[in-house]
Structure formats: structure tokens, C-alpha cells
């Protein structure tokens, strides 16, 4: 899975979580809206010499999910 991918999973996330909220409706829908706006913030993290890591690079992908 590439950091693209992994990324593209979390609005997805955002909305199961909501499906499955025992919580007030008033106060979830509140917190979808700063989650999913969150985000728009999310990017592929940076290689040490400052450069975007390529979208299909795996290595720190690997490293987080234990892989």
C-alpha cells in the first residue's frame, strides 16, 4: 500500500466511524467536519534531504504499519 493509497482510505475511516458512534448525532457530525477537512492536510511525508517521497514508495509506509 503507498502513502496515495493510505491517504485515500481516511475519509473513508471518517465516515465507518460515524456509522458506528453511540455518541449525540449534534456532536459527530460536528467532529466529520473537522475530521474530513483534516484531511485536505494530509500529505506523504518528506524524504530527510526535504524532498516529497514518490507516491509509490513504500519504505516508510513499511516501517509504520509494522511491515
Same mark, same amino acid.
Given at each position: 500500500?503507498?502513502? =496515495?493509497?493510505?491517504?485515500? %482510505?481516511?475519509?473513508? *475511516?471518517? /465516515? +465507518?466511524?460515524?456509522?458506528?458512534? =453511540?455518541?449525540?448525532?449534534? %456532536?459527530?457530525?460536528? *467532529?466529520? /467536519? +473537522? ?15 526535504? /524532498? +516529497? ?15
Amino acid at each position: 500500500m503507498t502513502w =496515495t493509497q493510505l491517504i485515500g %482510505l481516511y475519509p473513508h *475511516l471518517v /465516515e +465507518v466511524g460515524g456509522a458506528s458512534s =453511540t455518541g449525540s448525532p449534534q %456532536l459527530w457530525r460536528s *467532529l466529520r /467536519e +473537522v475530521l474530513l477537512q483534516y484531511a485536505q492536510l494530509l500529505h506523504p511525508p518528506s524524504s530527510p534531504a526535504g /524532498e +516529497v517521497c514518490d507516491a509509490t514508495d513504500t519504505t516508510h509506509l513499511s516501517l509504520v504499519n509494522g511491515t
